[in-house]
């Protein structure tokens, strides 16, 4: 209605004086009012056709995803509390690093909200939203395992188009695991199966998810394992987080999981510097100033708190998310630190063979 006044006021202001064709103005008008009446509506549902249409994703739509009260992120929190935590994590990790190389920072924030809603069906399944020791997976064998874990990418974009979520942000379910193996449950499955374990099927245990296909799934991808691994491990030097993120973006690419993401090798120098620099400021790596010896000694001797040594173990073991011992059997203490990572001030718990699995 703006509009049609606006062009109202325009033709007024040229056509109207001392010689005014009236009966001409009056159509003129007329048209102008049509006209500015109708280019709202008009736009508003062209547009919404042919965003549609065309896949792509609005300003508007992403500010309204954002938002942490939308229904399906209100439902996440309720029903998968930890899994909500770690998307906001993630959702923080690669908003960082898109910044950095220029890829659409929003985008990626929103699609790591939502890269895991899948997993709100079966919340206890995964370790973020476990409590105590003990985990369903215990008493169940490592193909039922498997399926459960792999199925919440599936589901999770059934949820995104029952909530209508927008292709764009479906695109990070499906592709945030691209088509890499659960580890953990395959070397159990070779492990149960003794002498007959080459002919475990290996797809059995593969997401049927795409690989990125974008720079910001990409980054997702990357930050999904990244915050996994770092939540499971705790890294608490700078060394220790740097050799945690080489290790994991190395992995990834020697799998060849980026290679349809478009992100370049310079993209991925400054995604692993960014990625560094965040989780130094999360697990807040201390400077060691002159003078103060005598307390850091005292912290990694275990007394008053403890720190550098409760994470005496490699971080080697997280990233490869094996956690077998040569029996096949979890390590007797490896439950508590599965669950809830190494518990801090108790360095002696932490049984080194243990490597908290998470399944980001
Ligand atoms: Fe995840
Ligand atoms: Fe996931």
Redesign the pocket.
């Known amino acids: 209605m703006i509009s049609a006044v606006g062009n109202i006021l325009v033709l007024l202001l040229f056509h109207l004086g001392p010689n005014a064709d009236l009966p001409n103005l009056g159509v003129l008008l007329f048209y102008g009012f049509i006209n500015g009446a109708l280019i709202a509506p008009v736009v508003t549902i062209a547009g919404f056709f042919f965003v549609g249409l065309l896949g792509v994703i609005t300003v508007v739509q992403l500010q309204d995803l954002s938002r942490l009260d939308h229904p399906l992120l209100k439902e996440l929190l309720r029903k998968a509390p930890g ?1 909500y935590h ?2 906001i994590m ?1 959702a923080n990790l690669a908003e960082q690093a898109a910044e950095r190389v220029d890829a659409n920072s929003t985008l990626v924030r929103v699609g790591a909200f939502y ?2 809603i899948g997993k709100m069906n079966r919340p206890s399944f995964f370790t973020e939203n476990q409590e105590g020791a003990s985990t369903p997976h215990e008493t169940l064998d490592p193909y039922s395992s498997a399926r459960i874990i792999l199925a919440h990418v599936p589901e999770g974009v059934d949820l995104a188009r029952k909530y209508r979520i927008p292709n764009r942000i479906q695109d990070f379910i499906a592709e ?1 695991h691209g088509d890499r193996i659960v580890k953990m449950f395959y070397e159990k499955a070779r492990a149960a199966a003794g002498a007959a374990a080459d002919e475990v099927d290996l797809d059995l245990f593969r997401y049927k998810g795409r690989r990125p296909r974008s720079r910001e799934t990409g980054i997702v991808l990357l930050a ?1 394992t990244v ?2 691994a770092s939540s499971a491990v705790r890294p608490s030097t700078a060394e220790e987080i740097e050799k945690l993120v080489n290790s994991l973006v190395d992995d990834h690419l020697k799998e060849g999981q980026l290679d349809d993401s478009e992100l370049t090798m310079g993209d991925l120098k400054q995604i692993r510097a960014s990625f560094i620099e965040t989780l130094k400021g999360r697990f807040h790596v201390r400077v060691r100033y002159p003078g103060n010896e005598e307390l850091v000694g005292r912290e990694e001797s275990g007394v008053g708190g403890g720190s550098l040594a409760d994470h005496s173990f490699s971080f080697l073991e997280t990233s490869s998310l094996t956690t077998l011992a040569p029996d096949g059997k979890n390590p007797p203490q490896c439950a508590s630190a599965h669950s809830m990572g190494p518990r801090r001030g108790a360095p002696s718990e932490v049984d080194p063979r243990c490597s908290p699995p998470r399944l ?1």
Do not use: Q, R
């Open positions: 899994t770690h998307s993630v890269h895991d945030h999904d915050e996994a980001n």
